[in-house]
T-cell receptor, first 114, second 115 residues
Framework: AQSVTQLGSHVSVSEGALVLLRCNYS??????LFWYVQYPNQGLQLLLKYTTGATLVKGINGFEAEFKKSETSFHLTKPSAHMSDAAEYFCAVSAGGSQGNLIFGKGTKLSVKP | EPEVTQTPSHQVTQMGQEVILRCVPI?????FYWYRQILGQKVEFLVS????????KSEIFDDQFSVERPDGSNFTLKIRSTKLEDSAMYFC?????????????FGPGTRLTVT
């Protein structure tokens, strides 16, 4: 069975600092991995995804994530935080069934200090 | 840009009452999902729906729950007799394809409060 663990329910960084949000997964099949972001009062928006191929994946708003099979990780990074990055971030793995329903982590709330 | 919409944004109901949560998926999408998030917990899969029938469902999706696509545009989640533990944020999602790894587009959610 698939599962996702996000380390740190709340991360706070200063504007301009590196953002690192951690995600580890467990999967019995080759995983498909996703990062979603949720801004207040909005739905979940896809930031980026890994399916196959290049392990470093670039997404929207300057975010990227690297799939590391040996570490079962898919950490999300951004070199320089912006105030507008403050939101909740969810890591997810595809369950592998025919419909591809997603299994989510608990989410990490990112705060950006001026 | 097309988006998934959900109504209402917040629903308060008494225990034992029936509620219907409504979603309008993106118009050319064929696969539909409901997820929920109890406060402080993970977003959990409830059910997927394709071609007017349930494709997959989780253990959470028991006989109290049902889904329907009544008119070709709306996609509804019905809870027949709500319990306190049904209080959660309910998200609808849709996808043009079901192939594993394909993106799902989420709505803003309906916050259900059962008193």
């Amino acid at each position: 069975a698939q599962s996702v663990t996000q380390l740190g329910s709340h991360v706070s960084v200063s504007e301009g600092a590196l953002v690192l949000l951690r995600c580890n997964y467990s999967s019995s099949v080759p995983p498909y991995l996703f990062w979603y972001v949720q801004y207040p009062n909005q739905g979940l928006q896809l930031l980026l995804k890994y399916t196959t191929g290049a392990t470093l994946v670039k997404g929207i708003n300057g975010f990227e994530a690297e799939f590391k099979k040996s570490e079962t990780s898919f950490h999300l990074t951004k070199p320089s935080a912006h105030m507008s990055d403050a939101a909740e971030y969810f890591c997810a793995v595809s369950a592998g069934g025919s419909q591809g329903n997603l299994i989510f982590g608990k989410g990490t709330k990112l705060s950006v200090k001026p | 840009e097309p988006e998934v919409t959900q109504t209402p944004s917040h629903q308060v109901t008494q225990m034992g009452q029936e509620v219907i949560l409504r979603c309008v998926p993106i118009s050319n999408h064929l696969y539909f999902y409901w997820y929920r998030q109890i406060l402080g917990q993970k977003v959990e899969f409830l059910v997927s729906f394709y071609n007017n029938e349930i494709s997959e469902k989780s253990e959470i999706f028991d006989d109290q729950f049902s889904v329907e696509r009544p008119d070709g545009s709306n996609f509804t989640l019905k809870i027949r007799s709500t319990k306190l533990e049904d209080s959660a944020m309910y998200f609808c999602a849709s996808s043009p394809k079901s192939r594993v790894g394909y993106e799902q587009y989420f709505g803003p959610g309906t916050r259900l409060t059962v008193t």
